[in-house]
């Protein structure tokens, strides 16, 4: 009796979380990868009964000719969230009161992921690390390109590092930040693309372990690098986009450059940009405020008033770069 009550239980959760998908233009997704787009549904014995949004009539189908993980995925994802506590119309019933248990877990872990891994474009997501991330277009479609420091550390435990500079200490023509090489690993095919930093984890949220598996990175035939976990920056922070010196054999920005990041006058090579911490307070959208020319740049932490992250994220802006590698892109519909 109590197996079978678990069983019920776990197909009101099904249900129940199908339930709030009767706004227009739901899946009702088939075993055969098929789908019927429906306003309503209701579920009889063997049989399901759905009111065609394309057909505009009720229709009917087996109850096993329907793939409910998969329909339920579709709705998690793309349809409108329940509100609202669980209502549990008998409390005497044992089978209700589990279902409206595993219901309200399964919507607290919904709603922690919905934040914790936004929807940023239809199909695309950041993902489930920290560290700072960049909106590229390659080819027609879009793709999150994972950005390292100047330092060059591909640890991910340690990537968000500090080198503070203070202002007061100007050091006239020294190269405050210097970088090997000609152009950036990271090159965008965009002249105005948009940043996303991690940031400390809002108090009392549990341990982003904890809520899932981390996101597969596309690393284009590359050495795998570290799932990341602990490398967060602060919501006061704010970023500015400094344009840097090339030579054949390195890119830099002198101490004057960066001095007047914090005191001014601003140079001719800083872009500022506009800054938007997400829903849930897990990630914060950067974003230039004019559109950059074809060049190599630096995106700077300035962490305080007097105080500027020498170990900046660097990237380049050139339309003909080959592909990004270690990039997320969206998800196959």
Avoid: C
């Amino acid at each position: 009796m109590k197996l079978i009550r678990a069983v019920f239980g776990i197909f009101l959760v099904l249900t129940a979380s199908l339930a709030f998908a009767q706004a227009n233009g739901e899946r009702l997704i088939m075993k055969d990868g098929s789908y019927q787009i429906m306003t309503k549904y209701v579920v009889e014995g063997n049989r399901v009964r759905f009111y065609s949004a394309e057909r505009h009539d009720w229709e009917e189908i087996p109850l096993n000719m329907v793939d409910w993980v998969a329909t339920e995925k579709w709705i998690r994802e793309n349809g409108p969230q329940p509100t609202g506590p669980v209502v549990v119309t008998n409390p005497n019933d044992p089978g209700q009161v589990e279902a409206a248990k595993i219901d309200a877990e399964e919507r607290a872990a919904r709603e922690a992921e919905r934040e914790r891994i936004p929807v940023i474009l239809p199909g695309l997501r950041l993902p489930d690390e920290s560290g700072v991330w960049v909106l590229d277009t390659f080819d027609g479609q879009p793709e999150l390109a994972h950005m390292t420091q100047t330092n060059g550390d591909l640890n991910r435990a340690y990537e968000h590092s500090e080198l503070r500079y203070e202002v007061g200490s100007k050091r006239g023509a020294r190269e405050l930040i210097r970088v090997d090489g000609f152009a950036a690993k990271v090159e965008t095919h965009v002249a105005q693309p948009v940043f996303y930093v991690s940031l400390t984890r809002p108090k009392d949220a549990p341990d982003p372990g904890s809520l899932g598996p981390v996101l597969t990175v596309n690393t284009h035939g590359e050495s795998s690098v570290k799932d990341d976990k602990g490398a967060f920056s602060s919501p006061d922070s704010r970023y500015v986009i400094l344009a840097l010196n090339v030579n054949p054999h390195e890119r830099w920005a002198t101490a004057e450059m960066v001095d007047g990041i914090l005191h001014g006058p601003i140079p001719a090579q800083v872009t500022e940009t506009t800054k938007q911490v997400m829903p849930g307070g897990y990630w914060m959208k950067v974003t230039p405020q004019s559109p950059l020319v074809i060049g190599q740049y630096a995106l700077v932490e300035v962490l305080a008033p007097n105080a500027v992250n020498l170990d900046a994220w660097a990237f380049g802006v050139n339309p003909t770069a080959p592909e990004n590698t270690d990039t997320v892109g969206k998800i196959s519909q």
